[in-house]
């Protein structure tokens, strides 16, 4: 039996740039030991890259009335083709390196219950990697000098256990609010929410919002209004990793530091997660975008 499932759901690949950076990302998880991959969709071209690369391809799963996967439907998919101790939703443009599967084994070692996710680097790529011998020396290399470490908002992996996430609403893949609900469901039901920035590297491959309609952000989509519903509400969809509890450090699980941000996100969040006090939370939020205004 493998370690880790990865799943996705890609988009078309019609779009050449997106063909180019997708096929990077899933090619590099393939590069890693002990892994099972899912990809889910019948969009362009999926089929072709999931027979080239040799990994599980589920084409049929619910949609959204835009024709995006939903997440319920998704991580349901995944657990049914492979059965592994964890899993990984992992967003299709990310590459990945051998440190995501050493943090996967090491905390899962220490916890029987987590969610591990990261900041991400962004990078400009436009052509196919080669993944001859040391490419992945390489390419980190070229992310520390041209890259930039994104902030600490929107996640594009979690790691989790077969025993969490066993359900969860019919969250839109690729609009808004679905990444941090993942955060505060782990704040909520009691088990860490580890940021491991420090030791895993993952490159996003950036790129413009063609897929979408009008070509704006994800965010901006009419289906971020129905994931924040399905959240709870506007608070559940203000975590990020500044909300998580713990941090991964030369592989020892460490308390989340209190710096100003983090004391700050504390204070907020902390009659939401106590005592479901959704309004005092929101009334400490506005307080604080007073108090930091320009």
Same mark, same amino acid.
Request: net charge neutral.
């Given at each position: =039996?493998?370690?880790?499932?990865?799943?996705?759901?890609?988009?078309?690949?019609?779009?050449?740039?997106?063909?180019?950076?997708?096929?990077?990302?899933?090619?590099?998880?393939?590069?890693?030991?002990?892994?099972?991959?899912?990809?889910?969709?019948?969009?362009?071209?999926?089929?072709?890259?999931?027979?080239?690369?040799?990994?599980?391809?589920?084409?049929?799963?619910?949609?959204?009335?835009?024709?995006?996967?939903? =997440?319920?439907?998704?991580?349901?998919?995944?657990?049914?083709?492979?059965?592994?101790?964890?899993?990984?939703?992992? !967003?299709?443009?990310?590459?990945?390196?051998?440190?995501?599967?050493?943090?996967?084994?090491?905390?899962?070692?220490?916890?029987?219950?987590?969610?591990?996710?990261?900041?991400?680097?962004? =990078?400009?790529?436009?052509?196919?990697?080669?993944?001859?011998?040391?490419?992945?020396?390489?390419?980190?290399?070229?992310?520390?000098?041209?890259?930039?470490?994104?902030?600490?908002?929107?996640?594009?992996?979690?790691?989790?256990?077969?025993?969490?996430?066993?359900?969860?609403?019919?969250?839109?893949?690729?609009?808004?609010?679905?990444?941090?609900? =993942?955060?505060?469901?782990?704040?909520?039901?009691?088990?860490?929410?580890?940021?491991?920035?420090?030791?895993?590297?993952?490159?996003?491959?950036?790129?413009?919002?063609?897929?979408?309609?009008?070509?704006?952000?994800?965010?901006?989509?009419?289906?971020?209004?129905?994931?924040?519903?399905?959240?709870?509400?506007?608070?559940?969809?203000?975590?990020?990793?500044?909300?998580?509890?713990?941090?991964?450090?030369?592989?020892?699980?460490?308390?989340?530091?209190?710096?100003?941000?983090?004391?700050?996100?504390?204070?907020?969040?902390?009659?939401?997660?106590?005592?479901?006090?959704?309004?005092?939370? !929101?009334?400490?939020?506005?307080?604080?975008?007073?108090?930091?205004?320009?």
């Amino acid at each position: =039996m493998s370690l880790i499932t990865l799943f996705s759901a890609p988009k078309p690949f019609t779009n050449p740039h997106i063909a180019i950076i997708q096929r990077n990302a899933i090619r590099s998880w393939k590069e890693l030991p002990d892994v099972q991959i899912v990809l889910l969709g019948d969009e362009p071209g999926l089929a072709e890259i999931a027979a080239e690369l040799n990994v599980i391809h589920l084409r049929q799963i619910p949609r959204s009335e835009s024709g995006a996967p939903l =997440m319920d439907a998704m991580f349901r998919l995944a657990r049914e083709a492979s059965h592994t101790p964890l899993y990984a939703i992992v !967003n299709a443009d990310i590459i990945l390196f051998q440190d995501f599967i050493h943090a996967a084994r090491t905390v899962s070692a220490q916890l029987e219950r987590f969610v591990l996710l990261g900041q991400r680097w962004d =990078m400009d790529i436009h052509t196919p990697l080669d993944f001859s011998e040391g490419w992945a020396e390489r390419l980190r290399a070229s992310a520390l000098q041209h890259g930039n470490l994104h902030r600490p908002a929107g996640s594009d992996y979690f790691i989790f256990p077969h025993t969490t996430y066993q359900s969860l609403p019919a969250f839109v893949i690729g609009r808004a609010g679905w990444d941090n609900w =993942m955060i505060y469901h782990a704040r909520k039901s009691g088990f860490p929410a580890i940021d491991a920035t420090h030791d895993v590297m993952i490159i996003h491959q950036n790129h413009d919002y063609s897929h979408l309609p009008g070509g704006q952000p994800h965010y901006k989509h009419p289906e971020t209004e129905i994931n924040i519903r399905l959240a709870g509400g506007r608070p559940m969809t203000r975590f990020t990793l500044l909300d998580t509890d713990k941090r991964l450090l030369n592989g020892q699980i460490l308390p989340q530091r209190l710096d100003s941000a983090h004391l700050w996100r504390h204070i907020e969040t902390w009659p939401l997660l106590a005592f479901n006090a959704v309004k005092l939370s !929101n009334a400490l939020w506005r307080i604080k975008r007073l108090l930091h205004k320009p």
